[in-house]
């Protein structure tokens, strides 16, 4: 973080970086995790949220944190719709809150997402954004930022840095149907991604055999009637991967790696560090990463991004989608390597899952039920399982970390909570 002031921790989940804003209800569900970025706070910090934190959430990762919850200040924002938490923070009667918690003390605005409203809203109230030197440093980096968070953007760029991508082609939604038709003339299926969409959202898987007979191809609103799309060949994937980094003053350096859980193209949970199937991957990962992260350096950007990649049965890797913002990866990374700093285990195996118990329960109730098991995060071990995200609203969605010394024992302790938390199979 910075060493001059608090850090202004801003969850803008809703954001137009990564999706339109007219996609208010996948936004709206993506939100309900803002309660992690509590694991970045420190003693001075304040936390703008778009969903409530419990009491019992906030002192559970005070008591791991070493963080007297008294030193910490927590933002509530009510409900405002599909609209950036800048707004709603404005809507809300809650600017003066805000400004007079972040003081004259030399605060910085730390967004989830990079854009437009975040970046104004650091203007307002007279901070910084985190980690540029200045307010206008960040806005001269949104273009790029906004550019390489699209399917079309990163296509284009990837494919000027080197980097292997599938074969396709980008086009506007009326040439779809005509595009998808002519790539599964040479594959057997294909994938269609809106330009601006991420953890899934809006794509679509179609093979042959579903356009055979005059069917029609039906794609999700999402992107308007003259959206642009992006039509891949459909590879015989055997792993989701993804590399992490960041772009510093000192040039970029890779965070960490990874295999992703993925249904139909949609993000659900990740393990790090790469499998033994593609440890092979990670120089060339890194390498790609690399030459990203120096495009986007010589265009004003700072901070952490995400270069995911598909590899198929022959261990090929194949760059998919760069993501110019803080992951649903970073956080957990950044409270991983806090927990871990001080124990016997510095450098862990860890993954992020989710898991859906068979009936609701409390999140006090499913600490308990860790401590009983001996399961719970052990500061002194440097492993456990972490209630990473507080309890979800419906009670049963549980996200989850399991940290440690090997990704055998991440397994075993994950195959430990689903009989603990009693999740249901499949």
Not at 121 to 135: E, K, M, S
Not at 172 to 191: C, I, M
Request: charge should be negative; include cysteine.
């Amino acid at each position: 973080m910075t060493e001059t002031g608090p850090i202004v921790v801003f969850a803008n989940f809703l954001s137009d970086l990564a999706v339109d804003l007219d996609e208010g209800q996948i936004l709206t569900t993506w939100a309900q995790q803002a309660p992690r970025k509590a694991w970045l706070l420190r003693p001075g910090d304040v936390f703008v949220t778009p969903v409530p934190l419990s009491r019992e959430f906030l002192r559970y990762v005070c008591d791991l944190t070493g963080v007297p919850p008294d030193s910490v200040a927590v933002v509530e924002v009510p409900p405002a719709g599909a609209v950036p938490l800048a707004r709603a923070v404005r809507l809300a009667g809650l600017v003066e809150q805000v400004r007079a918690l972040a003081g004259d003390r030399g605060a910085a605005l730390l967004p989830t997402a990079l854009d437009a409203s975040a970046i104004a809203f650091a203007r307002d109230i007279g901070i910084g954004v985190h980690p540029y030197p200045t307010v206008e440093a960040a806005e001269a980096a949104l273009r790029m930022t906004m550019l390489l968070n699209t399917k079309t953007g990163f296509r284009e760029t990837a494919g000027r840095l080197g980097m292997r991508l599938p074969a396709g082609r980008m086009c506007r939604r009326p040439e779809a149907e005509s595009v998808v038709r002519e790539l599964l003339r040479d594959h057997e299926g294909v994938v269609v991604k809106p330009d601006r969409s991420a953890g899934g959202h809006g794509m679509r898987f179609v093979s042959r055999d579903e356009l055979r007979g005059g069917a029609n191809l039906l794609l999700d609103a999402v992107g308007g009637p003259g959206g642009k799309w992006v039509v891949e060949e459909c590879l015989d994937v055997a792993e989701s991967v993804s590399i992490q980094l960041e772009v510093t003053a000192s040039g970029t350096r890779a965070l960490f790696s990874g295999a992703m859980r993925t249904l139909q193209g949609s993000f659900t949970g990740y393990a790090s560090p790469l499998p033994p199937s593609c440890a092979h991957l990670a120089g060339e990962l890194e390498e790609w990463g690399t030459a990203l992260g120096r495009h986007l350096a010589d265009h004003g950007y700072a901070g952490p991004f995400g270069l995911d990649g598909l590899v198929d049965m022959d261990g090929v890797a194949y760059a998919s989608e760069s993501n110019i913002r803080r992951t649903a990866t970073t956080t957990p990374h950044s409270m991983v390597t806090r927990l871990t700093s001080g124990s016997a285990e510095p450098h862990p195996a860890w993954s992020v899952s989710k898991g859906w118990t068979r009936s609701p329960m409390d999140f006090e109730g499913a600490l308990a039920r860790l401590r009983a098991s001996r399961l719970a995060f052990d500061p002194e071990r440097g492993e456990g399982v972490v209630l990473y995200a507080d309890a979800p609203p419906d009670g049963r969605s549980w996200r989850y970390a399991v940290i440690a010394r090997s990704a055998g024992d991440v397994e075993e302790q994950d195959a430990a909570l689903a009989e603990v938390l009693e999740f249901e199979e499949g």
